[in-house]
């Protein structure tokens, strides 16, 4: 599976809808409302959006899984 730090892990349990795609969406919009100085959190999406990408839908299943979600 693929490694995620707790933030990572934080983010995806704050914004999933339960799909890959719908969790995809949703950091994507949450993004566009980022102010200029939150470069940390804008670091943190692109990071998980990054993930989001490299993996399919079986292993977004297991990472609900292991988050309880």
Known sequence: MMDLTIDEKMLILLYSPGTR???YGALQ??????EEDETELLDLTNSVLQKLS???DEAFEKLNLSLNL
């Open 21 to 23: 795609m719908g969790l």
């Open 29 to 34: 919009q949450m993004k566009e409302q980022l």
């Open 54 to 56: 490299d993996m399919d």
